[in-house]
């Protein structure tokens, strides 16, 4: 799967989690929920589409791709694993452990990542 900008997994995470929600995603959705402009919504897309990740129609609803959903699920999961471990192995309050996880799930390295799981599963086991 090919690396995108931080910038580009902000985006295809968006469009997955607007179209669990919804069902269909629309450009201005994106907009709303990523607070940005629609040009700047217009560019990312019709990048995503180059990219293979979703199906973009101008005027129409955007569909993501087999491949945009991978992508987005791995962004989630690398969120998901950050933002756990600093709430719940750190103590960091919620807010400031979705904020930070948010910005570190762009540039983690995957070995890292596994790392934190594993201890994430190791301190959840001990607990028990």
């Not at 090919?2 to 269909?24: F, G, Q, W």
Request: proline share 0%.
């Amino acid at each position: 799967m090919a690396e995108i900008s931080s910038s580009l997994e902000d985006y295809i995470e968006a469009v997955y989690n607007i179209y669990i929600r919804e069902n269909k995603v629309k450009a201005v959705e994106v907009a709303r929920l990523l607070n940005v402009s629609r040009a700047s919504v217009t560019e990312a897309l019709q990048k995503l589409e180059q990219l293979g990740l979703i199906n973009y129609g101008h005027y129409g609803t955007i569909s993501i791709t087999e491949e945009g959903v991978k992508k987005a699920k791995e962004v989630i999961k690398k969120h998901i694993t950050l933002a756990e471990f600093f709430e719940n192995i750190l103590g960091v309050e919620h807010e400031l452990a979705e904020e930070t996880a948010c910005k570190i799930e762009h540039i983690i390295d995957n070995r890292i990542l596994k790392k934190l799981e594993k201890h994430i599963k190791e301190c959840t086991l001990a607990k028990k």
